[in-house]
Nanobody, 117 residues
Framework: QVQLVESGGGLVQAGGSLRLSCAAS????????MGWYRQAPGKQRELVAV???????NYADSVKGRFTISRDNAKNTVYLQMNVLKPEDTAVYYC???????????WGQGTQVTVSS
């Protein structure tokens, strides 16, 4: 079993920054890709950013140039640095981890990010 705990969300004005963290615990061996997704009220959940064990990254077009995903394998933690935040970034942000062992996928409970105008 893998447990994911997100932190770092909060309220920020447009143009500000936040850094989200997601710490994995439990049976963390064989975790490959980790990522961040978000879901705004009344909207579909969407991919924000993903990062492989080797450090390769992919971003949604809407956040390219503003958000940066990174990971510390020694700490079993993935981060999302969010800069130049916009009101449309307001959503619950979820951490995701995939494990090669038995092809398992795990989700955190989410952290709220609210960007005011």
């Amino acid at each position: 079993q893998v447990q994911l705990v997100e932190s770092g969300g909060g309220l920020v004005q447009a143009g500000g920054s936040l850094r989200l963290s997601c710490a994995a615990s439990g049976s963390t061996f064989s975790i490959n890709a980790m990522g961040w997704y978000r879901q705004a009220p009344g909207k579909q959940r969407e991919l924000v950013a993903v990062i492989s064990s080797g450090g390769s990254t992919n971003y949604a077009d809407s956040v390219k140039g503003r958000f940066t995903i990174s990971r510390d394998n020694a700490k079993n933690t993935v981060y999302l640095q969010m800069n130049v935040l916009k009101p449309e970034d307001t959503a619950v942000y979820y951490c995701d981890a995939r494990r090669a062992f038995r092809q398992e996928e795990y989700w955190g409970q989410g952290t709220q990010v609210t960007v005011s105008s």
